[in-house]
C-alpha cells in the first residue's frame, strides 16, 4: 500500500501539466525551513509537493495543500525521530507516516510589520518504528518575518510522544515545550539561491525508557531551478551524534496549481 | 519496506524526475549573477563555445576552496599513486556537481588496488558552499565544507582496525590585488576522526574519538595562461596503535606541492608530489627526513557542462 | 665485445625507427645569419622562452600585382601556419637533471645501453611550462654481499617515477637561471631477496652562458629504505632500514652538477658528476648497507635532428674509488615529439 502511496504521490508531483507559475518572483514559499516549521502557509488552491533522500538512502515525500488562504493541509512521511531498540548500537531513523493541519495569517495582516503566524498540529498516523504503537503528536506556534533578503523564523513547539512496551504498559512522553528557530537568507547576488538554517527538538525512542527530545540542526541551501520547483542541498546534526554521523540530503520541491 | 524503512524505490524515482526534467524556462537572472555562471546556456551555442567555459575548481589538491563548480555544472576528478604503498594503486575519485550558484554536492570514492586485492571503501557525501558576500578586490571569499568520513581497514598482524575521519572545513580565499598572480586559502578543519580496533575474534579491543581543530592552508601562483604551481599544507588526524597498547589518536603534517594545467578550459591535469606519511595510517612516522615515503600524485579534472549540453539538445535549462 | 655488438645493434634499430617517424611535425632548426643553425636554448627568429605561449605568424605576404594568377588559389579560411616551436633543452646532462623542464605536452623518450650490459629507459612529458613528469628505468643501483664483496653489481630493471617542477630560464627577471625543485622515487624493487627502494629530492639550477655553453649546479637530497636478512649467522630474523635512519641528514645531501659546451652547431661535450646508492646487504654496519656513490660521466651528444639525439661516453659508476675496471661506455637516443602539443592547440581553436 505505501509502494502505491509513494508512486501516486510521485506521479502528481512529477506531472507537467501542473506546472505553472505560482508567484512573479517564481519562488513559492514554503512550509517549512529544513526540520522547523515556518509560518509560510500554501497559496489558496496551491499543492505543494517535495522528495527528499539522504545519503543513506532514506527518504521522505510530502503533500501540501492550501484551504481558502488561511489554512493548509498536509501529508507527509519523514524519517527525523530515532529508534535505539538495543541501546548502545547507532540509532536509526524509521520511517513515519504524519498528517498536518495549520491555520494562520499572512504578514502584514492585522498590523503593518506583523509577521506571519501560524499555529499547526501534526500527528502521525503509521510508523515502521519497531516499537509498537509509537506516536507522536505536536503543537506549534511560528512566527515569520521577511526582513530583506533575510527571513526569519522563531516559535515553540509542544511535542507529546508515546509507545507500548512488550509488557503493554504505555511509555508517554508528556507534552513538553522547546523552542524552534530558523533563518533563510537569499543574497541579492544570487536570486535564485537560499541559504538556510535552523533549530528544532523531533522525538526519540529508547526502548525501555521514556520517549525524550533532542534537538537537530540543520544548514544548507536552495535553489530555484525553475519556477515551480527548487533543489535543496542540506546538512543535518542531531544531539549526542557526531560529525560523522551527520545527514547529507536532497530535497526536491515543486509547487502545482491543482485546484485553483 | 521490509525492514521498515521508507521505499527507496519511489523515491529515487521522484527525485529523478520531479521538477528539474522538465523544460521550462526558469526566472529570469539578473545580471550579477549571470556574470556568476560557469558557461552561458544558450540552444544556439556550439560545443566549442560550451565547453570553452570559463569552469572553475572547487579544491586545491585535497583542501576545499571558497568556490563551487557552479550550477548546471558537474566535475569528475580522479588521483591515483603508484608510490604511496609499495606494491599497491591507490586512487581516489570525486564527482562534484554543482548545486545552484553556491552549493555543490559530492560523491567521493578511494580505492587501493594491491596484488593481495582490492579494498574499496564505502564511498562517501560531502557538501559544499560558497558564501555569497560581496565580492571586491582584496575582499577575501568564505567557503564551508562538509566531507562524510570514509571508513578506511587497515590489517596489523591479526588486528582489524576501522578508521574514519569527517571533516567540516571553514576556508576563506584571497586574490591578489596588485598582485593578481598570488591567491592565498586559509582555513580550519575541525576534524571527527575514530579509530577502532577489533582482534580476529572480531571482539572490539578499543576504540577512540577525537574532534581536533587543525589549520590547513595553501597558495596558488599563476605561472602562466593555463598553469599554476599549488602548494598546500596542513595537519590532518593520525592514528596510532600498536599491539598491547591503546589506540590513540593525534595529527601530523599533510603537504603537496605541484602544479595545475589547464591542458583544455574543462580539462585540468594536476601533479603533485607530496608529504602524508604521518597521517591516515598507523605506521610510524619517518621524520624529516624520510623522503623515501613521499609520494608522486597525478590526477585530473574534468567539467561536464551538463545544462548547457541539454540545453542544446533539448531546450531545456537553458538561460 | 658480445655485448657491445648487441649495444650497437640495438641503437641502429632504434634510430631506424625513429628515423621511419613522420618528419613533417618537427621543427627544423632555425638557421643564424652566419648559416650556422643556432644553439638549443637560444631562437633567433623571435625571443620567446620555453615558458611562453606560441606566437601566431602574421599572414604571408600578399603576392605583388604582376604575379601570375592563380585559378585554384587556396581558401582563405584555411588551417592557421603552425606556430613556431622552441628549441628543446634537455632535462638532463648525461646522468643528472638540469634545471630545465620540456615544454607543455612535449614528449621525451631516451633508450640506453652501456657495455656492461646495463639498459636504461627514461620517458616524461611537460606539463604547462613548469613540471614534467616521468617514468624511467635506470641501472645506476648497485648492490654488493658483504664488506668483503669489492665488485658491485647494478640492480635491474629499477623503474622510478619522477615529477619536476620550477621556472625557466630569464623568466623571473634578466639573468635569472633555470631553477626546477625534482622528486624522484623507485618503486619498491626484489633482488637476491632484498626489497629496496630509493627516492631523491633534487634542486637544480642552470644557466646559459652564450650559446655555447651552460652550467648546472645543484643539491640532492637522498634516502633509500632496504629489508630483508640483513645480519648474518643463523636464527636471524628479516627487518628492514631506512636511510634517513641510519645517516645524518649531512651525508643524505650531496651537490651534483655539470657542464656543456658546443663547440659545433649540432654537437656537445657533456660532462657532470652525480650520485647513486648502493646497498651492502650484510655488511657489518647499517650504516655501511645504505651508500652513495659518486658517479662521473662524460659524452658527447649530437643533434641529429631537433627531434633526436644521440649520446654517447663514459660514466665511472664509483669514481670515490677510482676504479676504471668498472667503467662503463655508453649509448643513448632520445626524441622529442610536439605531436601531443599540436593537438592541444588544434583543440583549443
Known amino acids: 500500500m505505501r509502494h502505491v502511496l509513494s508512486l501516486v504521490l510521485g506521479l502528481v508531483a512529477t506531472s507537467p501539466a501542473q506546472a505553472e507559475p505560482i508567484t512573479a518572483a517564481g519562488s513559492p514559499k514554503l512550509g517549512r525551513v529544513i526540520t522547523a516549521p515556518s509560518a509560510w502557509l500554501a497559496e489558496e488552491g496551491d499543492v505543494m509537493t517535495t522528495a527528499q533522500l539522504d545519503h543513506r538512502l532514506d527518504g521522505g515525500l510530502g503533500i501540501a495543500a492550501g484551504l481558502g488562504g488561511i489554512a493548509e493541509l498536509s501529508l507527509d512521511t519523514n524519517t527525523d525521530p530515532r529508534f535505539c531498540m538495543a541501546c548502545g548500537d547507532t540509532e536509526e531513523p524509521r520511517w513515519f507516516g504524519r498528517a498536518g493541519f495549520r491555520v494562520g495569517w499572512r504578514e502584514d495582516t492585522w498590523l503593518p510589520g506583523m509577521p506571519a503566524l501560524v499555529l499547526g498540529f501534526r500527528k502521525t498516523f503509521a510508523s515502521s518504528a519497531p ?21 526569519l523564523h522563531a516559535g515553540a513547539t509542544l511535542t507529546a510522544a508515546g509507545y507500548t512496551e512488550a509488557t503493554g504498559a504505555l511509555v508517554e512522553l508528556a507534552p513538553t515545550v522547546r523552542p524552534l528557530g530558523g533563518l533563510e537568507w537569499t543574497p541579492p547576488a544570487y536570486p535564485r539561491t537560499t541559504l538556510l538554517g535552523d533549530l528544532a527538538w523531533v522525538a526519540r525512542f529508547d526502548d525501555g525508557a521514556p520517549p525524550a527530545l533532542e534537538w537537530v540542526a540543520g544548514w544548507g541551501v536552495r535553489y530555484q531551478a525553475l519556477r515551480w520547483s527548487s533543489v535543496e542541498l542540506l546538512v543535518r546534526h542531531r544531539e549526542d551524534e557526531g560529525l560523522g554521523d551527520s545527514t547529507v540530503m536532497i530535497r526536491v520541491n515543486a509547487a502545482l496549481h491543482r485546484y485553483r | ?18 521538477g528539474l526534467a522538465h523544460a521550462e524556462e526558469p526566472a529570469a537572472v539578473p545580471p550579477e549573477a549571470a556574470t556568476d555562471a560557469p558557461t552561458v546556456r544558450r540552444r544556439t551555442s556550439t560545443l566549442a563555445e560550451i565547453y570553452r567555459g570559463p569552469f572553475r575548481s572547487s579544491r586545491l589538491f585535497a583542501m576545499p576552496t571558497a568556490d563551487v563548480v557552479g550550477a548546471y555544472v558537474m566535475t569528475v576528478s580522479g588521483e591515483g599513486s603508484l608510490l604511496q604503498q609499495p606494491g599497491a594503486l591507490t586512487s581516489a575519485g570525486v564527482l562534484a556537481i554543482g548545486f545552484g550558484d553556491i552549493a555543490q554536492l559530492e560523491y567521493r570514492h578511494t580505492s587501493a588496488i594491491s596484488v593481495e586485492g582490492v579494498t574499496a571503501p564505502v564511498p562517501a557525501v560531502g557538501v559544499q558552499l560558497a558564501i555569497p558576500l560581496p565580492r571586491r578586490p582584496g575582499i577575501p571569499a568564505f567557503g ?14 591479526a588486528f582489524e582496525l576501522e578508521e574514519k575521519v569527517t571533516d567540516l572545513y571553514l576556508v576563506a580565499r584571497w586574490r ?5 598572480w598570488l591567491t592565498l586559502h586559509g582555513g580550519t578543519r575541525v576534524s571527527s576522526a575514530s579509530l577502532t580496533v577489533t582482534d580476529a575474534m572480531g571482539l572490539a579491543i578499543g ?12 597558495l596558488e601562483l599563476q605561472m602562466n595562461d593555463e598553469a599554476k604551481l599549488v602548494a598546500e599544507a596542513g595537519l590532518a588526524p593520525r592514528f596510532m596503535w600498536m599491539p598491547g597498547a591503546d589506540p590513540a589518536i593525534g595529527y601530523g603534517l599533510l603537504a603537496r606541492l605541484g602544479l595545475r594545467w589547464s591542458v583544455l578550459p574543462s580539462v585540468i591535469f594536476d601533479g603533485s608530489i607530496g608529504y602524508q606519511q604521518e597521517v591516515g595510517t598507523v ?20 567539467f561536464v557542462p551538463w545544462g548547457a549540453l541539454a540545453c542544446r539538445a533539448t531546450g531545456a535549462f537553458c538561460d | 665485445m658480445k655485448q657491445l655488438g648487441r649495444s650497437l645493434m640495438l641503437v641502429v634499430a632504434t634510430t631506424a625507427v625513429a628515423r621511419a617517424q613522420p618528419q613533417p611535425d618537427v621543427p627544423t632548426l632555425p638557421p643564424d645569419p652566419g648559416g650556422a643553425p643556432a644553439a638549443p636554448g637560444t631562437d633567433p627568429t623571435a625571443d620567446p622562452q620555453p615558458g611562453d605561449p606560441p606566437t601566431v605568424q602574421a599572414d604571408p605576404p600578399v603576392a605583388p600585382p604582376e604575379a601570375p594568377y592563380d585559378p585554384y588559389p587556396a581558401p582563405s579560411a584555411s588551417v592557421p601556419d603552425e606556430p613556431p616551436r622552441p628549441p628543446i633543452n634537455m632535462p638532463e646532462v648525461l646522468t643528472t637533471p638540469t634545471g630545465f623542464l620540456l615544454p607543455a605536452a612535449v614528449f621525451y623518450t631516451k633508450f640506453g645501453l652501456d657495455t656492461g650490459g646495463g639498459a ?10 613548469v613540471a614534467e613528469f616521468g617514468v624511467a628505468t635506470t641501472d645506476a643501483i648497485r648492490q654488493r654481499q658483504d664488506d668483503s664483496d669489492e665488485d658491485s653489481d647494478r640492480i635491474q630493471p629499477y623503474f622510478t617515477a619522477s615529477f619536476r617542477l620550477g621556472v625557466g630560464e630569464d623568466r623571473l627577471f634578466k639573468h635569472q637561471p633555470a631553477v626546477a625543485l625534482g622528486f624522484r622515487k623507485s618503486f619498491e624493487t626484489k633482488s637476491e631477496g632484498y626489497e629496496s627502494r630509493i627516492a631523491e629530492l633534487t634542486l637544480v639550477a642552470s644557466k646559459h652562458f652564450g650559446d655555447k655553453f651552460a652550467m648546472h649546479v645543484g643539491g640532492a637530497f637522498w634516502d633509500a629504505s632496504l629489508a630483508g636478512q640483513l645480519d648474518s649467522g643463523d636464527d636471524v630474523e628479516d627487518r628492514s632500514i631506512t636511510f634517513h635512519d641510519v645517516a645524518t641528514p649531512k651525508d643524505q645531501f650531496r651537490p651534483f652538477g655539470g657542464i656543456q ?14 650520485w647513486a646508492p648502493e646497498f651492502c646487504y650484510q655488511c657489518a654496519t647499517d650504516a655501511r648497507k645504505i651508500r652513495l656513490r659518486p658517479v662521473l660521466s662524460w659524452g658527447v651528444r649530437y643533434e641529429v635532428a631537433s627531434w633526436m639525439r644521440i649520446e654517447s661516453g663514459v660514466r665511472v659508476p664509483d669514481i670515490g674509488d677510482a676504479n676504471l675496471l668498472n667503467a662503463q661506455i655508453f649509448g643513448q637516443v632520445s626524441f622529442t615529439s610536439w605531436g601531443l602539443r599540436r593537438a592541444i592547440d588544434r583543440a583549443k581553436q
Request: overall charge neutral; charged content about 25%.
Open chain 1, 131 to 151: 516499537l509498537d504503537d509509537a506516536r507522536i503528536s505536536e503543537v506549534h506556534l511560528v512566527a515569520s518575518r521577511s526582513l530583506g533578503p533575510v527571513r
Open chain 2, 1 to 18: 519496506m521490509t525492514d521498515g524503512r521508507f521505499p527507496r524505490t519511489a523515491a529515487l524515482v521522484l527525485l529523478a524526475s520531479t
Open chain 2, 144 to 157: 564551508v565544507a562538509f566531507r562524510l568520513g570514509v571508513p578506511r581497514d587497515e590489517q596489523i598482524d
Open chain 2, 176 to 180: 591578489g590585488g596588485a598582485a593578481g
Open chain 2, 207 to 218: 576504540t577512540v574519538e577525537k574532534r581536533l581543530v587543525l589549520p590547513t592552508g595553501g
Open chain 2, 283 to 302: 605506521e610510524p612516522p619517518a621524520g624529516r627526513g624520510g623522503i623515501v615515503q613521499w609520494d608522486i600524485r597525478l590526477g585530473a579534472e574534468v
Open chain 3, 120 to 129: 636504461t629507459f627514461d620517458s616524461r612529458i611537460g606539463l604547462g611550462d
Open chain 3, 261 to 274: 659546451a658546443r663547440p659545433l652547431p649540432r654537437s656537445l661535450i657533456l660532462i657532470d658528476l652525480g
